[in-house]
């Protein structure tokens, strides 16, 4: 037999090839466009519906400062309840005090559903109107949080019409204070079980957006994983994924519902956590769904509040802040609060996480940016996942653009290059 000495498959058998593969490519191009631009919050914070008022997020704000001034401050939590170095706790306690300063809450969800209830349709006709209000002078002021929005009751068939009522009445209500659809704005879904009900939310959104002559895709949802039948169907698929997929380009994150998945399962209530295996399972599932999509995650809450003795706090801010700690190391960037005394925990504890981890990150993409051989070889793949770890701490935070530029050579937009999956950023130039 001859050897070869060069490639034996022509042009035509090639050309074949990519005609035969078309579909496919087009397929995935569409189904996994992998991640865009939005920024992630670090949290979403839901409260009742007739407890919003304009002034809530300085307000929780407040009252997270007054319980770190009462328990010992922000480097004594840093300290004691997180277990940091002393250096390490230096860099985290000043921009968690910034933080509950600044912007205590990322993304606000008032809550017409479980946190709600049913008071009758007159009473949440009125109260929806009443937040739409608050919303309106809030957002025209400059007060609202980044993110910002309503969760209304699920598409089951005793509360369908009154959710979609809430929606419909919640979207009137503001546009009609703003005359244009307000950035930030962000719709929970909940309970969903079925690919079909996700279907029924499209077309719910297209006919809102019709009536309000609002652009195509102007209105987008995320899901609640509450429900075993959304993991497993009764004919052994998974329907998350397809529901994600029928989302039409409307699905921005998935959020895990600790409490009803692990009442569905029969899990007693003492053991309902976000840490819980059958938890972890869901959750995994979820995260395998999202991946490529451009799809957000964000975990459960914690029912156990920081109230109380001053144990009683140190306890439950131990829980929680060890909570946020294991949902960062596993990719889970974003997670619910449901108390002021939760703020310094999550910041703290997503703030030390990402510091933590930024000196070995800088230098192991440095050290790929530069081509300059180091103690561990990474590769494309590799330093897209070190360039999403810089950017998030980034957008959060934690990391500050100058430290990070001084030890990459990047820019905040040259990291975001690189962090994009779908980037053809491979090979990467250092910035300055």
Not at 235 to 243: E, F, K, V, Y
Not at 256 to 275: P, R
Not at 310 to 320: N, T, Y
């Amino acid at each position: 037999m001859t050897k070869a000495t060069h490639g034996v498959l022509g042009t035509d058998f090639l050309d074949g090839l990519d005609r035969r593969l078309g579909q496919t490519d087009a397929a995935l191009a569409t189904a996994y466009p992998g991640e865009d631009e939005r920024r992630q919050p670090i949290h979403t914070v839901y409260v009742p519906a007739d407890t919003y008022i304009r002034s809530l997020p300085e307000d929780w704000g407040s009252e997270a400062r007054a319980l770190l001034d009462r328990h010992g401050g922000a480097e004594g939590l840093c300290v004691k309840t997180l277990g940091l170095p002393s250096g390490l706790a230096t860099e985290v306690a000043p921009r968690v005090e910034a933080k509950l300063a600044d912007s205590p809450i990322e993304d606000l969800r008032i809550d017409f559903e479980d946190g709600y209830g049913d008071r009758g349709d007159d009473a949440e006709d009125k109260e929806v109107v009443r937040a739409a209000a608050e919303v309106a002078t809030a957002y025209s002021a400059g007060e609202i949080p980044p993110f910002f929005g309503i969760r209304f009751k699920c598409f089951e068939e005793q509360t369908r019409r009154r959710g979609v009522r809430t929606l419909d009445l919640f979207l009137g209500s503001l546009l009609a204070e703003l005359d244009a659809l307000p950035s930030g704005l962000v719709l929970t879904f909940p309970k969903v079980s079925t690919v079909s009900q996700v279907e029924a939310m499209v077309a719910v959104c297209d006919e809102l957006e019709s009536v309000h002559r609002l652009p195509t895709g102007a209105l987008r949802f995320e899901i609640q994983v509450e429900t075993p039948p959304l993991i497993l169907g009764p004919d052994g698929r998974i329907p998350i994924a397809a529901a994600l997929h029928a989302g039409a380009g409307r699905v921005a994150s998935l959020h895990y519902g600790t409490f009803d998945y692990s009442a569905s399962l029969q899990i007693a209530a003492a053991y309902q956590a976000a840490d819980h295996p059958a938890a972890d399972f869901a959750k995994q599932v979820m995260q395998v769904a999202v991946a490529g999509t451009g799809v957000h995650l964000a975990d459960g809450s914690t029912n156990i509040l920081p109230v109380g003795s001053r144990e009683q706090v140190e306890r439950a801010w131990a829980i929680h802040a060890g909570l946020v700690r294991r949902a960062l190391e596993r990719g889970y960037y974003q997670g619910w609060d449901m108390h002021p005394g939760h703020l310094p925990t999550r910041f703290a504890a997503t703030f030390a996480f990402f510091r933590q981890g930024y000196p070995q990150a800088a230098r192991r993409l440095s050290d790929y940016a530069q081509k300059v051989g180091g103690d561990v070889m990474d590769e494309p793949a590799t330093a897209r996942a070190l360039a999403r770890f810089l950017h998030r701490g980034l957008s959060c935070g934690a990391l500050d653009e100058l430290e990070v530029r001084d030890s990459t050579g990047l820019t905040p937009a040259g990291l975001a290059r690189l962090a994009r999956p779908k980037s053809d950023t491979e090979h990467l130039i250092t910035e300055g």
